[in-house]
């Protein structure tokens, strides 16, 4: 069964504290896999598209990289304005779109 | 930049009535959905929608659920006969091709009572 967890599930950092979330996941054949942020009573908000192993994305304080069985994001100084979930998705074989979500990591950046 | 707009913001219904959630996908994308979030669960995939017909729907998409493309702007997701269980936050996407990124509108949150 394809599958996406995510991990912490929460995770409180200082301002300037660099820190990882890890998305893990297993799937018949992987066409991609997305980073998107969401904020509180908003929709999922693009950030990455990975596509094979050893690709990496960067955007400003945030970077994506991808091995053949996890994803991480990398959050380097953060700041407030971070807080927010984020959310680890794939597609799979089927090549209609659809997205598989993991739960997501809440992440607080304290001043 | 563009986006993709969903009505209403808030839908608040009586269990056993018709809802109909609407939304306009982005202008020059082919590739509509469907999602829905219950409160503190995952983002769940719904159904996808190409060239005016299902592409694909989930489990959860069962007879109650249906999707149509009336003009050439509109998206919208009708729940025939809605359900304690149906409460949750609808959000309609959109794709210019497949396995690209998907633009997500802020969601219709629905209320069955």
């Known amino acids: 069964e394809d599958q996406v967890t995510q991990s912490p599930e929460a995770l409180r950092l200082q301002e300037g504290e660099s820190s990882s979330l890890n998305c893990s996941y297993t799937?018949?054949?992987?066409?991609?896999l997305f980073w998107y942020r969401q904020d509180p009573g908003k929709g999922p908000e693009f950030l990455f598209t990975?596509?094979?192993a050893g690709e990496e994305k960067e955007k400003e304080r945030l970077k994506a990289t991808l091995t053949k069985k996890e994803s991480f994001l990398h959050i380097t100084a953060p700041k407030p304005e971070d807080s927010a979930t984020y959310l680890c998705?794939?597609?799979?074989?089927?090549?209609?779109?659809?997205?598989?979500f993991g739960q997501g990591t809440t992440l607080q950046v304290k001043p | 930049e563009p986006e993709v707009t969903q009505t209403p913001s808030h839908q608040v219904t009586q269990m056993g009535q018709e809802v109909i959630l609407h939304c306009v996908p982005i202008?020059?994308?082919?590739?509509f959905y469907w999602y829905r979030q219950i409160l503190g669960q995952k983002v769940e995939f719904l159904v996808s929608?190409?060239?005016?017909?299902?592409?694909?729907k989930s489990e959860i998409f069962d007879d109650q659920f249906s999707v149509e493309r009336p003009d050439g702007s509109n998206f919208t997701l009708k729940i025939r006969s809605t359900k304690l269980e149906d409460s949750a936050m609808y959000f309609c996407?959109?794709?210019?091709?497949?396995?690209?990124?998907?633009?997500f509108g802020s969601g219709t949150q629905l209320s069955v009572l």
């Open positions: 990975l596509y094979s």
């Open positions: 998705a794939i597609t799979p074989g089927s090549n209609t779109g659809k997205l598989i």
């Open positions: 202008s020059n994308h082919l590739y």
């Open positions: 799937v018949s054949g992987l066409r991609g």
């Open positions: 996407a959109s794709s210019r091709v497949t396995n690209e990124k998907l633009f």
């Open positions: 929608f190409y060239n005016n017909e299902i592409s694909e």
